[in-house]
């Protein structure tokens, strides 16, 4: 049925064309028709005109009248005794004149040359020769009477002759007036005839038109409303993925939070007394908690390269250092299996290059650890080496080589290796497990890199994976030397650190996490201090918030990098934020940082950084007294409130007692937070109230307040759009959660039941 009126609908118009096209067929011919009568009768006129018959008549008439003046002039000449020849020879001359057009092409046609024309006209030749003896232009005898006597009778001879031509010549004119007049009174009735038919065919063609308009006009609507549907298909997809990488997001935010909570609590299991079962029961959910991170990690990479926001952080680093990293890493694991693991570096490569060091990690990592989980005996090796040749164009390229005595893999296999979710062994009874994601991952981070991943393998007899990217060696020049060799001391020691923070609370926090890492803490509260201090004192690292007043933190890195001191403007730079999103880091890239953080910062983090930044940790001081991190008890109702995996984190980097006194100067700063966003609100001063949201948000963040940061948050999106009631509304709603928060953090133990002062 639905087949029949699909054809329907497209026979429809087919046929609608088809007769279209035959009324058009039907038009032209007939306008050919029009046009070839038009043709005839416009030859009719020009004929009438051509032939100008009615002259020819008058012309013929003339010489006949011409004819009667000068038979009677000559009669009187031949009988006077003294006759006037001047006027007998204008007379003759007149009528000459006359007989001369007689003789033209026109007369001839028109009485059509008949012998009684041609004996006429020789009659008044012969006449004329004859006369023209005295009276022509050269005479030969003198007009006498008795010449003129002698050839009146010739004259008056003609009289009859010339009478019948001039009668003979209005016959024919009349007789061929009619006969045209005939002609165009049939070419009229065809042109009637025509028009007419001109008429019905273009009234069809019209309203067969007209129909095919409305009909257009129709599918064209049809098509409007189709292409609007498509758009907002459209629309509604690029929202679906927008949805997707920020659920993505969450969902990292969501689950690397318990995460790491997690596993900084097996962490700080180990460290108790545990009996042998305890022990590998431990050691079963660590592998499990690592191989579900890297599950997690594997999905967001693949999420991050499909949108396009993989973003790199290219920058000059110790290579050996960087093997030395993987091989402390895999080392454990080849170990496990008896394996040999050999990673070595040519002479001839750099010691010091530029590339992304986490993902060449990533991919080094996974490289060698397939390598290792595909083999169980004999070795495995990891070869760098300069790669020149002419299939590189020229330009040198940087080979990591991964080597293996593996299973091996056959043809069919190596063929759709670095296809999504494939692996080396997809049978159901395959010993190793994974997501199938590593290689097709590792092979787009390499191509986004500038390079490629090839591999070659032969089954049971091992594999060979290339990594190939650009050779690139950092410029340094000589006048630098005493600043690298200040990077490298800097890795064993305590390092100089800025941080440009404005709120107290995040300042605490921050000391607090560069003491526990060993690290002497400086502090400016906005932008325009930090460049100041930048400018008059070495500082081997700048920990950067992004929202400070009177110069935020983008604007100041920007100064710093201006300053005219080489040692002062190169100074590492690491943006500290509580907006996670992909274009704020890479504003913060372009803007010239090295790093960039986000809140909360946890000791991992922040020690992270800093091994990007200098290549290993600065060496930390013992904190044998630092008591481990307690467990938290369970709070009814507080698990909304608080995110017990930041305090954990928190607890980790300092005392609880120092803990509390930073919450309880967050909380009661907490009514004068109030009174200035609800100061803003109603001075309709959208940005003070996100400078303000956005400053409670982060320390509530380092603090694990997080009905608190997300009240904030809230605050700190719609101060730009969401109307006053609704602003009002949330500010409201932050005042209430003050007192909740503290009587979850109380139920907790991270607080005692006495309030502290409030700041003023």
Known sequence: MAAADDRRAVGEPRRRWTWLGLVGVGLALLLLAAAMVQTRQFALLRQTVQSSDDFVVLSIYQAETEYLRLREQWRVAATEPAPDLDALRLRYDIWISRVDLLDAERPRRLIRASDEFLRTMEQIEGFIAAADRALGPQPVAEPS??????????????????????????????????????????????????????????????????NQVRQLRERRLVLEELAHNLREARREAEAASEAKSAFLANMSHEIRTPFHGLMGMLSLLRETGLGPKQIDYLRTATESADHLLAILNDILDMSQLESGRMALAPAAVDLRTLLRDVEALMRPQANAKALALHIDADPAVPERVVLDTTRVKQILFNLVSNAVKFSDRGAVVLDVRVRRDASAEGRPELEFVVTDTGIGMDEATLARLFNRFVQGDNSRSRRHGGTGLGLEISRNLARLMGGDITARSRLGEGSSFTFRLPLEVPAEPAGDAATNAAALAARSRSLQVLVAEDHPVNRQYMAALLENLGHEAHFTTNGEEAVRAARERAFDVVLMDLHMPVLDGVGATRAIRALPDRARSTVP?????????????????????????TKPVSPEKLAASLRRLFGSPAAAPERGDQPAAPVLPQAGGGSALIDEAAIAMALQAMPRERLASMVEAFLGQGP?????????????????????????????????????????????????????HEIARLVQRYEELLPATREALVAMGVLSGTPAPAAT
């Open 672 to 724: 004068q937070t109030v009174q200035r966003l609800r100061t803003a609100v109603r001075d309709a001063q959208p940005l003070e109230l996100r400078v303000n949201a956005h400053a409670a948000k982060g320390a509530a963040l380092n603090l694990g307040l997080a009905a608190l940061a997300a009240t904030a948050e809230a605050l700190q999106q719609g101060a730009a759009h969401l109307p006053a």
């Open 145 to 210: 009477t008795t010449f003129l006597q002698a050839q009146l009778p010739g004259l008056e001879a003609l009289g009859p002759p010339l009478h019948a031509m001039s009668l003979g010549a209005a016959h024919r004119v009349a007789e061929q007036s009619e006969q045209r007049t005939q002609a165009v009174r049939e070419q009229n009735q065809i042109s009637l005839a025509l028009t007419l038919s001109l008429s019905v065919l273009t009234l069809a063609f019209a309203l067969i038109a007209l």
């Open 573 to 597: 730079i690491v943006a500290l934020t509580a907006d996670a999103f992909e274009q704020t880091r890479e504003r913060c890239l372009v803007a010239g940082m090295n790093d960039f953080l």
